[in-house]
T-cell receptor
Framework: EPEVTQTPSHQVTQMGQEVILRCVPI?????FYWYRQILGQKVEFLVS????????KSEIFDDQFSVERPDGSNFTLKIRSTKLEDSAMYFC????????????FGPGTRLTVL | AQKVTQAQTEISVVEKEDVTLDCVYE???????LFWYKQPPSGELVFLIR??????QNEISGRYSWNFQKSTSSFNFTITASQVVDSAVYFC?????????????FGTGTRLTVIP
């Protein structure tokens, strides 16, 4: 069964460093998403991506964040200058074309900013 | 604005008891989708069910059942004869068709502990 994969599973970085989180969505999916979950809290939407551009973003997704689909398979989230409060689990998700299609989530990347 | 409320923060039940997790939502959209996801201790988000706003038929899948009532804006989830493996955080989520990308808005989750 196809699944969303994410690497790395855990990333530790120093405050102010740049990090890139990687995702491989399900191959025939067209919509891609990043969500984050601060420890013990709810899952929050960051950004959605369709047709090689951002379709929506939340207020969390400020200028420090960017997304890219550098090739036909990967979908990345970059945080330019990490802050302590960026420490969270970051989930990638993808879904097919239809509005009724379900979003399937990757296993997450735990980002720890020291 | 859209909102999902899961008033139960934590629930503990003894194995084999039935348990219902509540979810109340708010949306101005006439077409929307409701979801339940399970987050076990390992941390991943596991899709359980999706319901479309135009389909109020309740659904049963094994020990799981879902009760969707538009009149009360609720989408409750019942686990029958709970098992220890059901221990997890359960999230209810909403997406609205008007957003195009159908981003998910999550509730705060209910932590279910099933005691053996």
């Amino acid at each position: 069964e196809p699944e969303v994969t994410q690497t790395p599973s855990h990333q530790v970085t120093q405050m102010g460093q740049e990090v890139i989180l990687r995702c491989v969505p399900i191959s025939n999916h067209l919509y891609f998403y990043w969500y984050r979950q601060i420890l013990g809290q709810k899952v929050e939407f960051l950004v959605s991506f369709y047709n090689n551009e951002i379709s929506e973003k939340s207020e969390i997704f400020d200028d420090q964040f960017s997304v890219e689909r550098p090739d036909g398979s990967n979908f990345t989230l970059k945080i330019r200058s990490t802050k302590l409060e960026d420490s969270a689990m970051y989930f990638c998700a993808s879904r097919g074309r239809g509005g009724t299609d379900t979003q399937y989530f990757g296993p997450g990347t735990r980002l720890t900013v020291l | 604005a859209q909102k999902v409320t899961q008033a139960q923060t934590e629930i503990s039940v003894v194995e084999k008891e039935d348990v219902t997790l509540d979810c109340v939502y708010e949306t101005r959209d006439t077409t929307y989708y409701l979801f339940w996801y399970k987050q076990p201790p390992s941390g991943e988000l596991v899709f359980l069910i999706r319901r479309n706003s135009f389909d109020e038929q309740n659904e049963i899948s094994g020990r799981y059942s879902w009760n969707f009532q538009k009149s009360t804006s609720s989408f409750n989830f019942t686990i029958t004869a709970s098992q220890v493996v059901d221990s997890a955080v359960y999230f209810c989520a909403l997406s609205e068709a008007r957003t195009g990308a159908n981003n998910l808005f999550f509730g705060t989750g209910t932590r279910l502990t099933v005691i053996p």
